[in-house]
């Protein structure tokens, strides 16, 4: 018999320092007390300070990962982070099963500047993988390319969300951190399957540059629908989960600080 403790599956790219990547969505889901499992699309050299170099295995090798698990763990989630290529993208949409809680981190380019998805794998990312997902979890940035406009407001980020859920996710977070607003709360936007938006708000931390934020966040509220949570409710706890672990952060290296999961 397996043990009752609920088990989130992590497709995403590796930073060997620890701060974002599959390695803080490792963090994030044990402290968010699932199982975590991690398949690996990306291997980025990376540190603080930025990436210097990525190498992509053969698709067919991430086949074969996505087969291992596949085969033998029933998941109660699936969180997915980098994905770096088309052909990624292509490999994990026709391996993955149905009826799993797909939330997808639609990363695209990372704190520090660099590219982590090819321009030309964003029309793949609406067609292959958004349509599948349970939640999609862009940053302003990210929710102007797949909306395809400017977002300068609350009602900006409404008006792409409801764009982005026309892909056929069930749920949409447009995560507000970028967007400058007057009264130093950031605003996420939540676009639900109900149809109604909920406005999750936390205080800005002035805690300079940080990295690591999006992966963790999307990591929390996957383990969060994995344990069963609502979408209303997993959102807004691994929000307060994020909060504490940017407030409390550390300084592991020259560049960016990290999240203090625990
Ligand atoms: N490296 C990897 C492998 C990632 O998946 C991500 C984001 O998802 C990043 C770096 C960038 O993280 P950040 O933008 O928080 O620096």
């Given amino acids: 018999m397996t043990d009752k403790i609920a088990k989130l599956l992590i497709i995403a790219g590796s930073d060997p320092s620890g701060g974002a990547g599959i390695q803080a969505d490792i963090k994030s889901a044990t402290a968010n007390k699932v199982y975590a499992a991690a398949v690996i699309t990306s291997l980025t050299a990376q540190n603080t300070q930025g990436v210097s170099a990525i190498f992509n295995p053969p698709t067919s090798f991430l086949k074969a990962q996505l087969d291992a698990v596949f085969t033998d763990i029933k ?28 939330i997808l981190d639609t990363v695209m ?8 998805l090819e321009k030309n794998a964003v029309e793949a ?9 349970f939640l999609v979890t862009p ?34 977070l447009i995560k507000g951190g970028h ?37 963790s966040l999307a990591s929390a509220i996957a383990s969060n629908i994995a344990k069963k949570q609502e979408i209303v409710k997993a959102v807004k706890n691994a929000n307060n989960y994020v909060f504490k672990a940017i407030k409390q952060n550390l300084t592991v290296g020259k560049g960016s600080k990290v999240l203090k999961h625990y």
């Fill in 109 to 116: 380019v990372a704190t520090s500047g660099d590219l982590l």
């Fill in 125 to 133: 990312l609406k067609s292959r993988l958004i349509c599948k997902a």
């Fill in 179 to 215: 967007l400058k607003t007057s009264d130093k709360k950031i605003k996420n936007i939540l676009l639900a399957e109900n149809n109604r938006f909920y406005i999750i708000e936390n205080a800005r931390i002035d805690a300079k540059k940080i990295h690591g934020t999006g992966c």
């Fill in 75 to 102: 998941f109660d989630a699936i969180k997915i982070g980098m994905l770096a290529t088309k052909e990624i993208i292509e490999t994990i949409s026709e391996l993955l099963p149905k009826n799993i809680p797909l």
């Fill in 139 to 172: 940053n302003i940035d990210e929710a102007e390319i797949l909306a395809e406009m400017k977002i300068k407001s609350v009602e900006d980020m409404k008006t792409a969300a409801k764009k982005i859920k026309t892909f056929g996710c069930k749920n949409v």
